[in-house]
């Protein structure tokens, strides 16, 4: 069983990579892959860059040519929820696509023919998530998660995502990992450590806390790891 675990920036994967055992970088598609070791557990690990785009063609690569069977994604998003802070972990229930619009033709929001609106992230991997993060006595928050190719600095357009989605944090890949993996029927988990709140402070927040909050993700991540070699 290889497991994908994937970010967008080299800051949410160098936490993962330092805990790993042993790892071997592989260069595809102008992009590197970590085929890493983590006691039992075979792994490859990339980061994507930002955008739907680079992250649905990292997610079917980690698939598709390097046949990772489950994926995990870990990384850092924007508040819409008031009860999310800084520093606070969130796992999507459902993700979907915030500038994904055809509505002149009668559709919703997000919504494309063959498509739908939100897809559903994997409840087992969320299962292993709760359990972790009782144990651990870390307060873990389930939502809705919006993705769209945007960094949302905003306070009209994040309430026009609360309100049209009812998302609890917004982001710029996970809907499109739900999508590549719901496709090819691979489960999948998004992980998400607030970095800011996606209002007018949102670019000086994000600067002065993607590191940390990048790493109190990931290293969630390794407790879930931990949790599966159990
Ligand atoms: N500072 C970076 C750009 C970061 S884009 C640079 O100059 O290269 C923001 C990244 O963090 C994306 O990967 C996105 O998934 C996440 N993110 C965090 N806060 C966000 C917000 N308010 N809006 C959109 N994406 C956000």
Not at 75 to 86: D, S
Not at 121 to 133: C, G, H, N, P
Not at 195 to 221: P, R
Request: aromatic share 10%; hydrophobic share 45%; net charge negative.
């Amino acid at each position: 069983m290889k497991i994908a675990i994937m970010g967008a920036m080299p800051e949410e994967i160098e936490p993962l990579l330092e805990r790993m055992d042993s790892y071997e970088k592989v260069e595809y598609a102008k992009n590197s892959y970590y085929l890493a070791k983590y006691h039992e557990l075979e792994l490859v690990i990339a980061y994507s860059k930002i955008g739907k785009v680079f992250a649905a063609l990292t997610a079917s690569t980690m698939i598709e040519k390097f046949g990772a069977q489950k994926l995990l994604f870990s990384g850092v998003a924007g508040a819409i929820n008031p009860a999310l802070k800084i520093g606070d972990l969130i796992v999507a229930t459902r993700l979907c696509q915030h500038d994904l619009d055809i509505t002149a033709f009668g559709h919703p929001y997000g919504y494309v023919p063959e498509g739908s609106v939100f897809v559903e992230s994997d409840a087992t991997l969320r299962q292993i998530a709760k359990d972790v993060a009782k144990d651990a006595g870390i307060t873990l928050r389930e939502g809705i998660i919006a993705t769209g190719d945007q960094f949302v600095a905003d306070p009209d357009r994040k309430a026009w995502i609360a309100e049209t989605f009812d998302a609890d944090a917004l982001e710029m890949e996970g809907a499109s990992v739900a999508v590549v993996c719901d496709s090819l029927e691979v489960p999948f988990f998004v992980l998400r450590a607030i970095s800011d709140s996606a209002d007018m402070d949102a670019g000086f927040d994000f600067d002065t806390f993607l590191e940390n909050s990048a790493k109190v993700s990931a290293d969630f991540i390794i407790a879930m790891l931990d949790r599966l070699l159990r």
